[in-house]
């Protein structure tokens, strides 16, 4: 994984302030002659090699990944993001674990993935808009693994895994926790939305020739009568106050659920004080 110079320059500054040290103390420390090469470091100009790297971590006694990369919870994350969302697998469980989690339509909306716009500064503001939705929930997502991957990696933090097995720990959590989400009420209740939102539910009710012609044939082919289209569109009607009826009390149902637990995370913390 590729080492961010200006975040390992910060790293060094913060432990060589935290040590109350000088960059011409930190030099010396570390065998170089003078303090240029340290504040090279800490402005992300230049990087440390490997040996000058592992004399910085003995000093400060540090893991020498700590340096390059941060802490454990760092490095899990940046390879998820960096790497995990080119990673198929991982790319595939993430959505699946946004799509039955997330309660806000528009994030896994078809608009967000094809720009329809047409003039370069539209397209720059649809790209705006779907960063705004994409890159939070994506963010979201990944946090709510992290822990578990970190877990089971920390037991030698002085050697970092490789980014592929931190994908694989990933894809591992993400289905042992897919499997569970779907079995609460807002897994079921995302699930049932995203099957309705699948139903286009007024698509060619219009009295369309081809479409007309087709359900008159098909319908009633043996009977000289025309009416198939009308039973068709009758009945379309029916299902589809149905299934608007059934979304709303759903939608009800979900509100209400959702006021019920910001109640419930608003009293936590008080009631467990009292």
Known sequence: ???????VGHRIHELRITANLSMAELAS???????????????????????RMEKLAVFFKVPVNYIRYGSLTDYVTTVFKETGLNHSE?????????????TNP???SSDVFTPTAHSEQDQLQQTKIATALITPTINYAINQIVPAVVRH?????STYPEPDEVIQAGCYVYRHRIQIVRRTFTGKYNRIVRLL??????E????????????????TPQKNTSNGFSLDEKYQIQMN??????????????????????????????SAAN
């Open 29 to 51: 420390a570390v065998g170089l002659a003078g303090k240029s090469t340290i504040n090279d470091w800490e402005k992300g100009r230049t990087l440390a090699n490997a040996e």
């Open 197 to 202: 939102d699948n139903v286009d539910l007024y």
């Open 153 to 157: 990696f920390e037991s030698d933090n």
């Open 106 to 108: 528009d994030v896994l």
């Open 1 to 7: 994984m590729q080492i961010n110079k200006q975040q």
């Open 90 to 102: 991982f790319n595939v469980l993430l959505w699946e674990f946004v799509d039955l989690t997330t």
């Open 204 to 219: 060619k009710l219009q009295p369309d020739d081809d479409y007309k012609r087709y359900l008159n044939q098909t319908t």
């Open 241 to 270: 106050k149905l299934i608007t009826d059934f979304h709303q009390q759903l939608n009800k149902i979900n509100a209400a659920y959702q006021a019920e637990l910001a109640a419930l995370e608003q009293s936590g913390p008080k």
